[in-house]
């Protein structure tokens, strides 16, 4: 199974994108499905999560800001609006089946991913 990515670009502060993940088998439905970020010389973050009930979690970061939501077959979206400088990263999409809670997903320490994406760039200029 392949996730890509897309919807990245380059946008100016306050603007908006919309990723799409798109798994490459349909239907594709996992417990977890997650976006992270991650910035040259930092950790990866993780940046939203919705889980198979559609209960969604968020990094204090973007709350309010960003949204995760899902088709319910093989493809789910980070809605990006007040985008700022400090988002600018790459962006991945995952997903997996083997968290409790799906909040753990977006914790720097689980490595319980089973799928990933290759990543789109997203770029927010000031």
């Known amino acids: 199974v392949q996730l890509r990515e897309s919807g990245g670009g380059s946008v100016q502060a306050g603007g908006s994108l919309r990723l799409s993940c798109a798994a490459s088998?349909?239907?594709?439905?996992?417990?977890?499905m997650a976006w992270f970020r991650q910035v040259p010389g930092k950790e990866h973050e993780g940046v939203a999560v919705?889980?198979?009930?559609?209960?969604t979690n968020y990094a204090d970061s973007v709350k309010g800001r960003f949204t995760i939501s899902k088709d319910g077959v093989n493809t789910w979206f980070l809605q990006m609006d007040n985008l700022k400088p400090e988002d600018t990263g790459m962006y991945y999409c995952?997903?997996?089946?083997?968290?409790?809670?799906?909040?753990?997903?977006?914790?720097?320490?689980?490595?319980?991913?089973?799928?990933w994406g290759q990543g789109t760039q997203v770029t927010v200029s000031s």
């Open positions: 088998v349909s239907p594709f439905r996992k417990d977890c």
């Open positions: 919705i889980g198979e009930d559609g209960t």
């Open positions: 995952a997903a997996e089946d083997r968290a409790l809670y799906c909040r753990a997903v977006l914790s720097p320490t689980y490595t319980g991913i089973d799928y």
